[in-house]
């Protein structure tokens, strides 16, 4: 069965960075729209980014918007998500995934396959 395995989670102090990876293992990443969403305890899941494989069109949730950037390397079968500046809000457990239809706001209603990576931290 087809996984994707998530790296790069961690610490970082606010106003850092950070680079997730996620390496798809079994299948290629050519879903309509791959992506992260996150989900903190006491908050609902939110999708951060998206990517639509078809035109390379990206999605980006308010809260992270021109501070989150999607990007994909079809020769390494693996998606990348580099974060900037970031917050204490966007302390969470980070999922990469794959979903059926293109990137919008019902993107994350719709998917096929996700793995969390190790939490980002990012202290108040």
């Known amino acids: 069965q087809g996984q994707l395995v998530e790296s790069g989670g961690g610490l970082v102090q606010p106003g850092g960075s950070l680079r997730l990876s996620c390496a798809a293992s079994?299948?290629?990443?050519?879903?309509?729209?791959i992506g992260w969403f996150r989900q903190t305890p006491g908050k609902e899941r939110e999708g951060t980014s998206c990517?639509?494989?078809?035109?390379?069109?990206?999605y980006y949730a308010d809260s992270v918007k021109g501070r989150f950037t999607i990007s994909r390397d079809n020769a390494k079968n693996t998606m990348y998500l580099e974060m900037n500046s970031l917050k204490s809000e966007d302390k969470a457990v980070y999922y990469c995934?794959?979903?059926?239809?293109?990137?919008?706001?019902?993107?994350?209603?719709?998917?096929?396959?996700w793995g969390p990576g190790p939490p980002v931290t990012v202290p108040s």
């Open positions: 995934a794959t979903g059926h239809v293109k990137c919008g706001l019902d993107w994350f209603k719709y998917l096929a396959k």
């Open positions: 079994g299948f290629a990443l050519d879903y309509y729209g």
């Open positions: 990517l639509t494989t078809a035109d390379g069109s990206t």
